[in-house]
DNA sequence: ACCGTATTCAGCGCG
DNA sequence: TGAATACGGT
């Protein structure tokens, strides 16, 4: 066996090396973090520790996949896929699959996604009868979720005279209300949400001694990566995970800490000293990612944040090119820069696509992106957006897995009662809610046996069709394998014939993805993943069932859906998704004061660090070259809007910085005055006068885009030939309205009629030349 | 129950 | 601007 520790420098083999007792190792960018960790499991390994016995917490699945791969690549022995590995909520809530009985909940217990938990906190304001403007289902969200987080019950949240001053000047006054019954709800829906996985487990440790000396005892070892981004929560457990023998090295970043504002607590990493005196504590600050340019250009930035821990990052790599910077007029030229120059660096260094990267503080402003990519044929990936399982359609399916496997699970009963439409409607729901509430049973229970005389024979026999239905599906849950019942279900319930009645583009896309979805449950009906170490009280099944491939798939993420088709093609993301990764080639964009950093950051100094922290980890992934750009005025809620060069613009030393003045397409060229002082501190803004940008913009704008002026992109009347991106051609009927409210009724063949805003319509005139 | 129309709102998003 | 949802008429 070779001794895999000379595969690392000085400062990576201390840290792997020291294995026992507390370690914290702050890892700079780039600088190996993840070689560090898997090499330490790797090295524990080595010495003799059994992997049963190492608890491995990461951010993602993604992440814990890909360091799971690498230590049985380097150990040449699947003996290291018995070390739990996964983030905290996976492995947390396999944990109380088997002991969540203590603490009342089923061993079947749904796992509520955010979407889920907004559905339900909606449900109850609206129960309450609360002002839903009032009470905004985004913030109820977040204020319930950090007080789960800092480990407030509703009692304490209803009693706590500060926090009730707050959501009463805040004019929330029944907040508390809100989270009670929220709570209420999901414990006897046998629910729980992301936070209450960890809340839960917390719990578990908290009260019950023998649960908690089990896990100190099975997790001898313990690593946490991203440590940064810990809650209190993943705090508070991980302490007492580790409070017997201490063997913990928790790795992070302080300077990468970007996610403060869902309650990661940079403070976990900046005290870790104070709750471990005795703590060895590493910093790996060489590089090896990026030119010294970039890496000088980050610590540059990253000096201007009060709240750090001290490190110097350097690099024996190349000197590199400067960073160029990008000033465009608009948003739409931005696009047409950045895109031109990906054109021109993958000619020149004749590079992938998949070299490049553009990077973006908001997913909104992915649009002139594409649509210029798009222009110069070059294939290009969003990231983000709605997951495959966050789709609608998937998720109606699952919800009929999740009610014949939790028939407690009240949100999946509202979401499939009437789907496909089966006239249970409003006024029944709204009164099988009525008789639970009175007689103190389940949503289901009630549906089940509503008791005499409150609903009329018809709709009396649609729910009691539903309901037989739902039981037969449940009744067959051990005795087909997933993808059997899975199949069944989908035919049985009516989904898929609805699916298919719909021949729209979308409706065929649905039917399509739910087909993925089966295929899904396929593979993983065949070919069961071999999970880890079995827990004690866990059962092993032979065929996978429904059930099991259920019990986490809430904590699925995009990430996790393997894109086959994506090979050769530009990503664009935000710099949030854009965290761990790297490209040799990366664009920044929208470098603009109010954007990024962003306007809701700008008056607090901690806010205002952590934007600026997401800009050196934007930054950092860059490999070889960087770029900026930013744009004097920028389309947003749909209007122009002036915009100020960044203040992180300046916070780059000069001398790092190139302007390049050559514009990419064809278009009108800058005055020699448009220098960069000039641009840094905008004197009066020159001209904003919207007619000014129509022309810049007009000759920009693909076809797909809405053009500013009101001038309709297409003349057309009765009886011409159009073509439209979505229904294919067809014929004017008429034309009615003026301007740019101008309607057009075309038909066309295959779909029928459809009204048409021809501002919107994106319609082209088909032309017989001949 | 369903459709078209009016209105509203707009941050980043791990699990 | 445009998406998502609420509303209101049939």
Redesign the pocket.
């Known amino acids: 066996m070779k001794d895999i520790l000379n595969d690392l420098n000085e400062e990576q083999r201390v840290a792997v090396t020291a294995t026992e007792g507390p370690v914290m190792v702050i890892a700079g960018a780039g600088s190996g973090k993840t070689r560090v960790l898997t090499y330490r499991i790797a090295h524990l390994i080595n010495k003799g520790i059994d992997p049963f016995h190492v608890l491995a917490l990461t951010?993602?699945?993604?992440a814990a996949r890909e360091m799971k791969d690498r230590i049985i690549k380097l150990l040449g022995s699947s003996e290291s896929a018995n070390v739990w590995m996964g983030?905290?909520?996976?492995v947390f809530?396999r944990v109380l699959r088997v002991e969540g009985q203590k603490l009342g909940y089923p061993s079947n217990f749904t796992i509520y996604?955010?979407d889920d938990t907004k559905r339900v906190i909606?449900a109850i304001i609206k129960d309450l009868q609360l002002d839903?403007?009032a009470y905004?289902v985004?913030y109820v969200y977040?204020r319930i979720?950090s007080a789960k987080t800092s480990l407030i019950t509703p009692e304490d949240y209803i009693q706590s005279p500060e926090i009730q001053e707050q959501d009463k000047s805040a004019n929330k006054p029944l907040l508390g209300m809100i989270y009670q019954a929220y709570r209420k709800r999901c414990f006897q829906s046998a629910a729980m949400?992301?936070?209450d996985l960890l809340l839960n487990t917390y719990k578990l440790l908290r009260d019950f001694p023998e649960a908690l000396y089990k896990y100190q005892h099975k997790f001898e070892y313990i690593l946490v990566d991203e440590y940064q981004?810990t809650n209190y929560l993943q705090y508070l457990i991980v302490k007492m995970l580790a409070a017997n023998n201490e063997n913990l090295c928790v790795v992070g970043d302080d300077a990468q800490s970007?996610?403060a504002?869902?309650?990661a607590n940079i403070q976990n990493i900046l005290s870790f000293r104070k709750d471990y005196p005795e703590a060895q504590v590493y910093k790996l600050e060489q590089n090896y990612r990026s030119t010294k340019l970039i890496v000088e250009a980050a610590n540059q930035v990253i000096k201007n944040n009060k709240n750090r821990i001290f490190k110097e990052v350097w690099t024996h790599n190349d000197q590199g090119h400067k960073i160029q910077v990008f000033r465009a007029i608009t948003d739409g030229e931005e696009g047409m820069l950045v895109a031109g120059s990906i054109f021109e660096q993958r000619m020149n260094t004749h590079s992938p696509n998949e070299a490049f990267a553009i990077l973006y503080?908001?997913?909104?402003q992915s649009r002139s992106f594409e649509e210029s990519l798009r222009k110069l044929n070059i294939p290009y990936r969003i990231f983000?957006g709605?997951s495959f399982y966050q789709r609608k359609e998937i998720k109606d399916v699952l919800a009929y897995f999740r009610l014949i496997i939790n028939n407690k699970d009240e949100d999946a009963l509202l979401r499939i009662i009437?789907y496909p439409?089966r006239?249970?409607?409003?006024t029944t729901i709204e009164k099988l809610q009525v008789i639970a509430e009175e007689t103190g049973r389940s949503l289901w229970d009630t549906l089940e046996s509503p008791g005499r005389g409150h609903f009329n024979e018809g709709t009396f026999q649609k729910l009691s069709a539903f309901a037989t239905m739902i039981r037969s599906f449940s009744a067959m849950l051990g005795k087909k394998d997933a993808f059997e019942l899975a199949r069944h279900i989908m035919h049985a319930a009516g989904i898929k014939r609805e699916l298919e009645e719909d021949k729209t583009p979308e409706g065929v896309n649905r039917s399509e993805n739910v087909e993925e979805l089966l295929n899904a449950i396929k593979e993983f009906a065949t070919a069961p993943t071999p999970g880890p170490s079995p827990l004690e009280g866990e059962e092993l099944e032979l065929r996978a069932s429904l059930a099991d491939f259920m019990k986490?798939i809430?904590?699925?993420?995009?990430?996790?859906v393997e894109d086959k088709t994506n090979t050769d093609k530009v990503s664009l993301?935000?710099v949030?998704?854009a965290k761990g990764l790297e490209f040799p080639f990366v664009y920044i964009v929208g470098l603009e004061e109010n954007l990024f950093p962003?306007i809701?950051?700008l008056n607090d100094r901690s806010?205002l660090e952590?934007?600026r922290r997401?800009f050196y980890v934007a930054i950092t992934r860059a490999q070889q070259r960087l770029f900026l750009s930013f744009a004097e005025n920028r389309?947003r809620?749909?209007?122009l809007t002036f915009c100020e060069p960044s203040r992180f613009l300046e916070e780059i030393p000069q001398e790092l910085l190139e302007f390049p003045r050559k514009a990419s397409p064809p278009r009108p060229t800058f005055h020699p005055k448009d220098n960069f002082s000039d641009i840094i501190t905008p004197k009066a803004p020159k001209i904003n006068i919207p007619g000014h940008y129509k022309k810049v913009i007009g000759t920009q704008s693909p076809a797909g885009?809405?053009p500013a002026s009101q001038e309709p992109m297409v003349e057309v009347f009765p009886g011409q030939e159009v073509e439209h991106p979505q229904f294919g051609k067809g014929k004017v009927l008429a034309v009615d309205g003026q301007g740019a409210n101008k309607k057009v009724t075309v038909f066309f063949a295959g779909i029928g009629q459809k009204?048409l805003l021809l501002?919107?319509a994106r319609l082209k005139v088909v032309t017989h030349d001949t």
Do not use: C, P
């Not at 951010?59 to 993604?62: E, G, L, M, S, Y």
């Not at 983030?87 to 996976?90: A, G």
């Open positions: 951010f993602t699945n993604k983030t905290f909520h996976s809530a996604d955010t909606k839903d403007k905004q985004s977040h979720s949400d992301f936070d981004d970007i996610y504002f869902r309650g503080r908001t997913n909104a983000g709605i009437n439409a006239g249970i409607g409003k986490d809430a904590l699925l993420t995009d990430a996790d993301m935000t949030h998704q962003s809701q950051s806010d952590e934007e997401l389309y809620w749909g209007n885009s809405v009204q501002k919107f």
